[in-house]
Structures are given as structure tokens and as C-alpha cells.
T-cell receptor
Framework: GAVVSQHPSWVICKSGTSVKIECRSL??????MFWYRQFPKQSLMLMAT?????????EQGVEKDKFLINHASLTLSTLTVTSAHPEDSSFYIC?????????????FGNGTRLTVT | GENVEQHPSTLSVQEGDSAVIKCTYS??????FPWYKQELGKRPQLIID?????GEKKDQRIAVTLNKTAKHFSLHITETQPEDSAVYFC?????????FGAGTRLTVKP
């Protein structure tokens, strides 16, 4: 099946630093990449949707200047958490779609557990 | 946009019993409904999905039923086993993304 490789799987950083998370679609072209955040014991909350070659669409309440998303190619999307703070500590997970929109399954990366100290 | 509600939030069953998790959605145009299983610290795994042109789909011990009129769909797990213990999420399309239910923590007691 379709594989999305996400790195790093975990990261610990100091408050104020930036962290970049990469997601690569290995055997399909991810025209769309969804970035989700999951706090402990909670559901997956969509942060933003990115389409290859265009600006990401952010969900209400998600700061676009803090969570920078780049989707420069059909196989790579990155999320950069800038000036991270302890409240940004969470499980971040990407999911690639092959462009069929409303009726195709999502292929998830393994997730990145971010801890900001 | 799409609103997905999932019940119950927690479910505990004895090994061998059946488990049922229900979800409702708001957008009558939605036509694809997946179920994901997430083990602690891991990514969600697609376990079954259904499209709106059928009312039921089975895969061994797992089945999903869909009632388009009532806008709800359910996950049925029969002959539950301890390894079925996990958090289960339903989802429904919202424009080009997926909206997830709040999740159900299923515990299967041996």
C-alpha cells in the first residue's frame, strides 16, 4: 500500500527554537498533504492542508506564521514549528492524499512526538 | 463543513463479545466513510471503509454499516480479542480533507 515516511519520529527542543518535520510519499504522488495535531487522549485535529506548489490552507485558530508548511514537490511536504513553546508539545502527523479528495483513504506518516522544554 | 460525532468515548467488553461504535455526520453529500484504529503512540491504521453506494461491508470480524438517510455509520467488531484494544476513529470527508470523530477507547478484557 501507499507509504508516507515521516521524520523525525520524536524530537525534544528548547523553548524558542524551531523544529522541522518532513513527510515523504514513497510510492505515490501526494498532491495534497494534511497536517494533523493530536494532544494526549484526544482526536486528530486538522491544522492545515497543503497542495503541491501552492500555499497551505490553515484551519481556524492555527497560526500560519508559526506553523510554516512547504509542499514544494509531489513527494515532500514539511512543517516547521517556529519559536516553539511548551504548549506546542504534541503528536504531529501528516497524511498524504493522491488527489481524489472526498472519497479516498488517507495514508498517514508515523507521526512526530514533539516535546518543548 | 462536515461535523462528525462519535459514541461512546470509552467501551469495555469481555473477550469474545461484540463491540459497536457509532458515528453521525452532517453533510449529506459525504460519500466515503473510513474507520481507523490507533494504538498508543502510533499512527492511525485504516481498518475498513465504506462508500455510499452500499449499506454494509464486512472483513472477517469487522463490519461497517451505513445509513445514509439517518446520516450515521457504525463499526462492528465480533469475537473481540485483547489485541483489538485501541482507540478507534471514524471519519468523513470535508471538502478535500477528512474530519475525525473524537475517538472511542476500546478495552477488551481477557
Amino acid at each position: 500500500g501507499a507509504v508516507v515516511s515521516q521524520h523525525p519520529s520524536w524530537v525534544i527542543c528548547k523553548s524558542g527554537t524551531s523544529v522541522k518535520i518532513e513527510c515523504r510519499s514513497l510510492d505515490f504522488q501526494a498532491t495534497t498533504m494534511f497536517w494533523y495535531r493530536q494532544f494526549p487522549k484526544q482526536s486528530l485535529m486538522l491544522m492545515a492542508t497543503s497542495n503541491e506548489g501552492s500555499k497551505a490552507t490553515y484551519e481556524q485558530g492555527v497560526e500560519k506564521d508559526k506553523f510554516l508548511i512547504n509542499h514544494a514537490s509531489l513527494t515532500l511536504s514539511t512543517l516547521t514549528v517556529t519559536s516553539a513553546h511548551p504548549e506546542d508539545s504534541s503528536f504531529y502527523i501528516c497524511s498524504g492524499g493522491s488527489g481524489r479528495g472526498r472519497s479516498s483513504p488517507l495514508h498517514f506518516g508515523n507521526g512526530t512526538r514533539l516535546t518543548v522544554t | 463543513g462536515e461535523n462528525v460525532e462519535q459514541h461512546p468515548s470509552t467501551l469495555s467488553v469481555q473477550e469474545g463479545d461484540s463491540a459497536v461504535i457509532k458515528c453521525t455526520y452532517s453533510d449529506s453529500a459525504s460519500n466515503y466513510f473510513p474507520w481507523y484504529k490507533q494504538e498508543l503512540g502510533k499512527r492511525p491504521q485504516l481498518i475498513i471503509d465504506i462508500r455510499s453506494n452500499v449499506g454494509e461491508k464486512k472483513d472477517q470480524r469487522i463490519a461497517v454499516t451505513l445509513n445514509k438517510t439517518a446520516k450515521h455509520f457504525s463499526l462492528h467488531i465480533t469475537e473481540t480479542q485483547p489485541e483489538d484494544s485501541a482507540v478507534y476513529f471514524c471519519a468523513a470527508p470535508n471538502n478535500n480533507d477528512m474530519r475525525f470523530g473524537a475517538g472511542t477507547r476500546l478495552t477488551v478484557k481477557p
